[in-house]
């Protein structure tokens, strides 16, 4: 196995070597708010996904709701927008790149974004396209921003609600989706979701679906964007299938896996299955690749204190050992559900709850940013920041965070003065 990973948007990676460089110490860290969302016609609402950064600094994301158009449910629900922040002496302006509409260019886009070396932008939506079972998109840039859709799913064998980023590589984009793929699974009559290859030929954009799951062993059920290793293998997660016995029965508790690129095919080894008890349960987010043949991620729940882990997978000599390296309990955190960032000494996160702020469901807290730093002794967590709902800071941050010139930069699905998501900086 080769020693190191090739991890999703090469920005993100270029911004974290450059963080580890500058060897920064984080005594005071200080939140500060960069944009408050405020819905409506003009502008998004309710950021799920993360953020990723240009060379100049610019960031992009997207919200699942705001905008003009009111298909995306019964209810009349907002269909979501691309958004881009610009620095600007100091503040930050904003700009929808794209509105959806919820009908054939899509609705609802619940996770960040990917960035080619041309800078043009793709993603997922979870509804909406030809089918209203979701699309892959493209943005592309000339004298302005125009949306095109890669690939509308149909919900079948060929997956449906595609729910996370996806991950460029080598001309082709890589992905998950949710449900679809045909196995019918407890539940999901539709599928336990698929792993998905785009080619783009002479007639456009092609799928090629590498595996499809069936909530045994393998999983079921993916939130995770992919990674990929230099030789073409593919990481992520599944929030359900696994180990399907004791507390995990019988939906499972969720697996992390390693879809192998061979001369016969694609096929898929189980790297670890979780059990809920001290391991967690439900990873939700994707793995960080780290040096040494190693793999980090999170489990969104389970865990000694029930409120999610931080965990390491660790390769040598054609075996993967699992590594606990820490167990969230409440006041430090709880329910981590984005990637995490980070190198060598430390890694960065966030937990959708948890943490010691207040004023969110029953009074309780809104989540929080922390950070864990390898010691001699085992692994630290430090909480960089807890938010609260005071009609100013964010609550509920359900991604990560990316890192550039010393600072995190993140976002949280509500919060605000309009209680509508904000996206948030965190300095040292």
């Known amino acids: 196995m080769p020693n190191q990973f090739a991890s999703i948007p090469r920005v993100i990676v270029t911004l974290f070597t450059t963080f580890m460089l500058l060897n920064v110490a984080w005594a005071a860290p200080k939140e500060s708010i960069l944009y408050n969302f405020n819905g409506g016609s003009n502008d ?100 302005s921003w125009t949306e095109s859709v890669l690939y509308s799913f149909r919900g079948g064998t060929d997956g449906a609600y595609p729910q996370s980023a996806v991950t460029l590589r080598n001309g082709s984009i890589y992905g998950t989706t949710y449900a679809g793929g045909g196995n019918n699974c407890l539940g999901a009559p539709s599928g336990c979701g698929t792993i998905f290859q785009l080619q783009q030929g002479n007639n456009g954009w092609t799928e090629n679906v590498l595996y499809r799951f069936a909530n045994g062993s393998d999983g079921a059920f993916p939130y995770a964007s992919l990674i990929l290793d ?82 390491q997978l660790a390769y040598a000599k054609g075996v993967w ?54 010691t001699q002794n085992g692994w630290r967590e430090t909480v960089l920041h807890s938010f609260t709902n005071n009609g100013t800071d964010g609550t509920y941050p359900d991604d990560g965070v990316i890192l550039r010139n010393a600072a995190l930069y993140g976002t949280t699905t509500a919060g605000g003065p309009a209680d509508k998501g904000t996206v948030f900086a965190i300095t040292p």
Request: glycine residues 24%.
């Open 321 to 374: 050992s699992f590594s606990l390296l820490y167990t969230f309990s409440g006041p430090d955190g709880a329910a981590p559900e984005g990637a995490l960032v980070g190198k060598g000494k430390y890694l960065f996160g966030t937990t959708h709850g948890g943490g010691t702020g207040s004023g969110c469901f029953f009074g309780g807290p809104c989540g929080a940013v922390f950070m864990l730093t390898a």
């Open 230 to 311: 230099p030789a073409g293998n593919l990481y992520g997660a599944t929030t359900q299938g696994g180990y399907l016995s004791g507390n995990c029965a019988p939906y499972g508790c969720g697996n992390v896996f390693q879809l192998k690129h061979g001369s016969s095919g694609w096929f898929l080894n189980s790297l670890y299955a979780f059990t809920y008890n001290t391991d967690g349960s439900a990873p939700i987010s994707g793995l960080l690749a780290g040096p040494h043949d190693t793999l980090y991620g999170t489990t969104s729940g389970g865990g000694g204190g029930f409120s999610g882990t931080i965990f």
């Open 44 to 143: 998004g609402a309710g950021p799920v996904g993360g953020l990723i950064a240009d060379p100049a600094g610019n960031l992009y994301g997207t919200a699942a709701e705001g905008g003009s158009y009111t298909d995306c449910s019964p209810f009349g629900q907002t269909c979501g927008v691309v958004f881009e922040l610009t620095p600007n002496s100091g503040s930050w302006n904003e700009s929808i790149l794209y509105t959806f509409t919820g009908g054939a260019d899509g609705g609802e886009p619940l996770a960040g974004l990917a960035m080619d070396s041309h800078g043009n932008l793709y993603g997922t939506t979870a509804i909406g396209g030809s089918s209203g079972t979701g699309t892959v998109f493209m943005l592309s840039f000339a004298g």
